[in-house]
Structures are given as structure tokens and as C-alpha cells.
């Protein structure tokens, strides 16, 4: 009985995202020049199974890009089209940072930032201070002390979110989703950077998720962490009617240490850390006071 020829899929009815990666592995195979069947046997994998890939006809598994990634000799990311992998320069400054330890990354992050005029990422002294933390930190009483101590305006962020949305941060994620929510903090915090020399900004907890908007963040300000035990986040967040988003979960407290885990990596970039789970808000501010005053110079 003869063999069925193989059904071959329009080019119109082809997925764009699986016909972009087969166009991948075909440039990433003739640069390593590696014919197919020598990339299917090092990726482990049929010859025709490789063939439908390059071709955008295969969907194929993780697993499976994996083993063609390896077999190419690149990453996953730049199989899968990574914007750090698009040419030879994002190429060249992958491989310079790859092994990097995070005091090399962050020099690096900051000389890319002045070298493009974005300013360097970490101001020694901008009377521009911003707190950031997960919410029930402090950052809104002790924000607000802060100021009214260093005679500068206090703007709550998520206020001015809902100033541009015209409605609340609740209502801004569930009928626009969290894109539209990041769009309007990013442009609630670049009209406070330009309305506000001086001031004391306390930001979304959320607000380090955005890499451009916290870049912005890290270059125009001095940022203060303030963090606290997992139990006084919960407790503090309760106290003040926030039932949102993790009160009704069984795991509410486990689900709030993994997004304080998630994120200390970023908050830790801020120049000044203050643990408000140490003492009583008054000695709190005291300290906070000093460290802003410090860094600042100006006087005690």
C-alpha cells in the first residue's frame, strides 16, 4: 500500500508565533552551519519531526526545544525570539553580563543608563524620596510623617492612579486588566517626577514588577525599603479594611511570603532599607528621619 503523502499546511493557516520560531532554527542552524539531519541527531529528535518545526507546522513541546536548543548551541531564550537575542550586539552583551556577580550587573545597569540619558539608576541625593514595600510596610504614615518633617508635598501613587483613570485601582484591574493598571502608574509616577522637585512619593507595592517604570523610579529618586515581618504585613493590611486580594484564601499567609520573596531581589536595589517591624511607629520615623536626613545632608 502506498504512503500517504504529507499533508502541507497554507502559509495563511500557519501560526505566526510557530512560523517565526522555525525561521530560528533554520538562521540558528545554517549560522553554526549544521545541516538538519546533524541537528536532529545531537537534539535527539526525528530528522522530519526538526523539518515541521522549521516549517511552523510542529508544535512542539518544551521538552523537545530544549533538546533543539541545546543541539544548536544557544539558549532557550534565543530560540524562543527574546528581544536580547534579536542581533549581534544583544548577543554580545548577554554573553559579557552572563556570568556577572550583581555588584558587576549593577554598575553595568547604571552606566547604560547614563550612557543613554536616562540617569545612571541610583542618585546619591535626590530630595525626590520614594518608599517602597509591600503594602501594610508603613509606607503611607511613615510617608506622610516624612514630609510633613522635611516640609515636602506627599504623593500616595495609587492616589494619583485614580486621578488619571477616574476611577478606583480595584475597578482600574477588573475592567482593564493589570497592563492598564501599569500603563497609569507609569505615567502617575512621570508626571510626579516632573511636577515635583522635592517630595516624598510612597509607591505601589506592585510597582517593581515593571522594570521601565522602576527604572524610572531608581533614576529620578532616592528609595527607601521598607519591610516588615510577613504577620505585621497581613496584620496592618487587615487593620485598615484591605481584604484584597489574599484575605479570603486559605493560604493567604503563604501566598504573601512568596510575593515578599518574589520581590525582595527588586526592593533591594532602593539605597536606604528600614525594618518597621523592629519598633513602635514613632522610633520608626526617628530612624527613617535620620537615614533620609543623612543622605540628604541636611540637618538632623
Known sequence: ????????????????????????????RARRGMTRKAV???????????????????????????????????????????VTTNNPEWLLIRELLERADEATLRRARIAIGEALGTGGGTPHANPRVALVGLRGAGKSSLGQ???????????????????????????????????????????????????????????????VSDPATFNQLLSHCTTVWLHADPEDHMKRVLAQGDTRPMAHSKEAMEDLKSILAGRAAFYSKAQLKLDTSAQPLEPTFQLLRGMVRELLQLPA
Open 1 to 28: 500500500m502506498a504512503k500517504a503523502p504529507p499533508v502541507l499546511v497554507p502559509a495563511a493557516d500557519k501560526n505566526p508565533f510557530l512560523v517565526s520560531l522555525g525561521e530560528r532554527v533554520r538562521s540558528l
Open 40 to 82: 536532529a541527531t545531537a537534539a535527539d529528535v526525528s530528522e522530519r519531526h526538526l523539518a515541521n518545526l522549521e516549517y511552523g507546522e510542529g508544535n512542539a513541546s518544551i521538552l523537545v526545544l530544549l533538546q533543539v536548543a541545546g543541539a544548536l548551541q544557544c539558549s532557550l531564550f534565543e530560540l524562543l525570539g527574546d
Open 145 to 207: 510623617m516624612l514630609a510633613d518633617d522635611l516640609g515636602f508635598p506627599f504623593v500616595e501613587l495609587s492616589r494619583e492612579i485614580e486621578k488619571f483613570a477616574g476611577c478606583s485601582v480595584n475597578e482600574i484591574q477588573n475592567l482593564y486588566g493589570m497592563n492598564a493598571y501599569r500603563r497609569y502608574e507609569r505615567r502617575a509616577l512621570e508626571e510626579a517626577i516632573q511636577i515635583y522637585p522635592e517630595a516624598v512619593i510612597a509607591t505601589p507595592g506592585g510597582l
